[in-house]
């Protein structure tokens, strides 16, 4: 979407986009299910989990950082990831309030 027609739209709806298509991969889901089961930071271990290759592993970890649920600290060598909790309690509360809003009408099409 280009940048000038965000502003067509509600913050919260470009807010909730956003959101969207930073989880809008399987290996991010996988990625983030991995780190909520662990509930602990976790270091070099998402690689091995995904069996992906390491550079595509991090590209992943890259975009669900910059999309801020995920933190990083670097440990040595290597790079420590874990569920950021205030922005994950932010996703919760927009895509339930999302969700909670529809109302399927089960007589169309």
Sequence with gaps: MGATKTELFTEQQNEL???????AHPARIAILQYLVKKNACVCGDIVDELGLAQATTSQHLKELKNAGIIQGTID????????????????????NSFFKNVTIDNNCC
């Design 17 to 23: 986009a956003s959101m969207a298509k930073a989880l």
């Design 76 to 95: 040595g060598p290597s790079v420590c990831y874990c569920i950021d909790p205030k922005v994950w309690l932010k996703y919760k509360e927009l895509f």
